[in-house]
C-alpha cells in the first residue's frame, strides 16, 4: 500500500512538470487551469470514495494518545527517514526537476531534451516502486533504502559528465530507479515507528516537512554551485546529499515486524 501511494505521490510529480511544460506550448495559463481541474477531480474523488469511511477507532475500543515528534525522534529509524526524506526531496523533486532541464538545455541545446529526461526518470521510478515495496515487506525497510541512496547518488553524481543524450538518458533512468528504492522503504518505517494503535498526524507531517525542505533548498543551493562551478559540481553535491543522508540508515535498526509475530517490530522505539 505504501509502493502504491508513492507511486502515485512521486509519479505526479515528475509528470506535472512534463505535461505543464507540454501544454505550455498553447499558452502559459492552460497549464494551470488543468492543475485545477485535476485538484477539482481530486477533491470529489476524496467526498465521494471516503464518505462513509472511518479513519478512526471505534468509541468502544481503547484509544492511544498520538505520538509526538519529540517521542518518534527518540528513534533512530525516525531519524535515519528524516534524513533520507530531505536527500530525497533535494535529488528527486528538487533538483531533478529544477536544474536537470537547464543542463539539458546548455548542453545538448535540444529543448524537448529536458522533458524526455523527466518522464525516462518518472518512467524508472514507476517501474521500480511496485517490486521495492513488495522487498520493504520482505526483505527490510533498511536495505531498499540503503541501496536506493546509493543508486541515486550514483545516477546525480555522473550526471554532470553526460555530454550525450543516451548517456543522459540512461543516467536519468538510474536515479529515478534509486527514487523508486528509496520510498517504500522510509515510508513503510515512519508507519512501523508511529504503529498500528497510535495516531501520527504530526509525526508524518514532519517527515513530509524534511523532504519539502529538501525540494525548496535543494535547487537554490546547486544553482548557486553550478553558475559558480558549473552543473558537474552542482550534481556532484547532489550526490554527496544523498550519501550523507546515507549513513544513519548505516547505524539505524530494522523496524520491519518479525515473520513470527508480525504485531511486534525488530525493535522498540527508542
Known sequence: MSSAYASAFLVGGMLGPVLGGLLASFGLRLPFVVYAAALVLATLVVAT???????RPTDDRPQQPPMLVREALAHPAYRAALASGFANGWCNFGVRVAVLPQFALTV???PWVAGVALAVAAGGTAATLQVAGRLADSVGRRPLVVVGLAVTALGFGLLGLAGDLWILLVL?????????????????TVAD???SERGGGSVLAAF????????????????????QAGFGWAFVATA?????????WLRAPETLPDTDDPSVARTAAG
Open 49 to 55: 470514495r471516503l464518505s462513509g469511511a472511518r479513519l
Open 240 to 248: 554527496l546529499v544523498s550519501l550523507l543522508a546515507l549513513l544513519p
Open 193 to 195: 515507528v508511529v504503529g
Open 172 to 188: 536519468s533512468a538510474v536515479s529515478g530507479l534509486g527514487a523508486g528504492l528509496v520510498n517504500p522503504g522510509q515510508q513503510a
Open 108 to 110: 545538448l541545446d535540444r
Open 208 to 227: 513530509q516537512m524534511a523532504q519539502d525542505s529538501g525540494a525548496i533548498v535543494g535547487p537554490i543551493l546547486v544553482g548557486v554551485i553550478a553558475d
